[in-house]
């Protein structure tokens, strides 16, 4: 396992992270049982990651990691998790609900502190709201010792463009020390301002979401590059339709996937990417492919030729 230097926080972090979101959710939606859920997360660890994410906002997630942690020393990894800006009602959340809710985070992850607090989907719209309420109630907690650093992640569904990232890096760099963003071969806006404006602050990135939906399906991703093609965003001879990025795999690299994971922690800004996979078995093959460092020269340019100026979210 390869490790990088977190931003300003000065840890260490793995280059592959786990995340207990996504569409498994620690296995919670895959049909994991409770054995096989710590077995997972011991294996996580044993495979060198040492940056485990997370949210209030994730069916159980927490729970699952405090127990499946428990007995392990807590200086061995770095726990990071979120919690939501708004309530149920889809308001900005009360400061003294929220500070509860940072106590009950560090009670279902059976711990004494969070080594990140994160505030989960922060958006242009609650910007403002979240940091004049909500981020005293963090500071506060970093004082008491329940967390030693804090972050956001953004709202890219709604924000493909990372405005609210490059805002808070232009407005309040001094505040934040970390972002959570969307980097990948099909979402690469990032590095147009938001990774130099995180590099310029020293403000750690932890990557998510890079193998989602698109790229791992050959016919979703098949029917995204031909709607990029109508749409005038892609050449219309530059890809082949039927397997658009199958150039990709060569040598060492066994799939799309692997390029995926590859490319995305390529970028000197990144410090860690995300997965959120329940197999041992994929997560024993994404672990590989960062261990590959870096695609051909040529293939990585030529990603970024392709799609480099488009900001979809998808």
């Given amino acids: 396992?390869?490790?990088?230097?977190?931003?300003?926080?000065?840890?260490?972090?793995?280059?592959?992270?786990?995340?207990?979101?996504?569409?498994?959710?620690?296995?919670?939606n895959t049909g994991l049982s409770s054995h096989?859920?710590?077995?997972?997360?011991?294996?996580?660890?044993?495979?060198?990651?040492?940056?485990?994410?997370?949210?209030?906002?994730?069916?159980?997630?927490?729970?699952?990691?405090g127990k499946g942690l428990g007995g392990i020393p807590r200086d061995s990894y770095f726990l990071a998790t979120k919690g939501?800006?708004?309530?149920?009602?889809g308001g900005l959340r009360d400061p003294k609900r929220f500070s509860a809710a940072i106590d009950k985070s560090l009670k279902r992850l059976g711990t004494d502190y969070i080594d990140i607090m994160q505030f989960h989907l922060l958006n242009m719209d609650d910007y403002d709201g979240v940091v004049d309420t909500l981020y005293p109630v963090m500071d506060k907690a970093r004082t008491e010792g329940k967390i030693?650093?804090?972050?956001?992640?953004?709202?890219?569904?709604?924000?493909?463009?990372?405005?609210?990232?490059?805002?808070?890096?232009?407005i309040h760099p001094h505040l934040w020390d970390t972002v959570m963003l969307k980097?990948?071969?099909?979402?690469?806006?990032?590095?147009?301002?938001?990774?130099?404006?995180?590099?310029?602050?020293?403000?750690?990135?932890?990557?998510?979401?890079?193998?989602?939906?698109k790229l791992p399906n050959p016919k979703l991703l098949s029917d995204q590059i031909k709607t990029w093609k109508s749409e005038g965003l892609?050449?219309?001879?530059?890809?082949?339709?039927?397997?658009?990025?199958?150039?990709?795999?060569?040598?060492?690299?066994?799939?799309?996937?692997?390029?995926?994971?590859?490319?995305?922690?390529?970028?000197?800004?990144v410090s860690t990417v995300l997965t959120g996979t329940s197999s041992v078995s994929h997560l024993e093959d994404n672990v590989r492919a960062l261990n590959l460092e870096n695609l051909p020269a040529t293939d990585t340019q030529k990603l970024k030729c392709l799609f480099g100026e488009i900001a979809v979210y998808i």
């Avoid at 939501?84 to 009602?89: I, K, L, P, T």
């Avoid at 804090?150 to 808070?168: L, M």
């Avoid at 990948?184 to 998510?208: D, T």
Wanted: net charge negative.
């Fill in 1 to 28: 396992m390869r490790y990088r230097t977190l931003g300003k926080t000065e840890l260490n972090v793995s280059l592959l992270s786990f995340g207990s979101g996504g569409p498994s959710k620690l296995g919670q």
């Fill in 148 to 170: 030693r650093f804090i972050g956001f992640s953004e709202q890219y569904k709604t924000e493909p463009d990372h405005r609210t990232v490059t805002h808070a890096l232009k």
């Fill in 36 to 65: 096989e859920q710590s077995n997972l997360i011991r294996r996580v660890l044993d495979l060198g990651i040492n940056f485990i994410d997370s949210s209030e906002g994730y069916g159980d997630s927490e729970e699952i990691l």
């Fill in 234 to 269: 892609i050449d219309h001879n530059a890809l082949d339709d039927s397997n658009p990025l199958g150039w990709l795999i060569k040598g060492e690299i066994r799939s799309v996937v692997d390029a995926g994971y590859i490319f995305a922690s390529e970028h000197p800004d």
């Fill in 84 to 89: 939501m800006c708004r309530d149920r009602q």
């Fill in 183 to 213: 980097y990948g071969i099909l979402n690469q806006y990032a590095a147009k301002e938001a990774l130099p404006l995180a590099r310029e602050n020293n403000v750690g990135i932890i990557n998510m979401a890079v193998i989602r939906e």
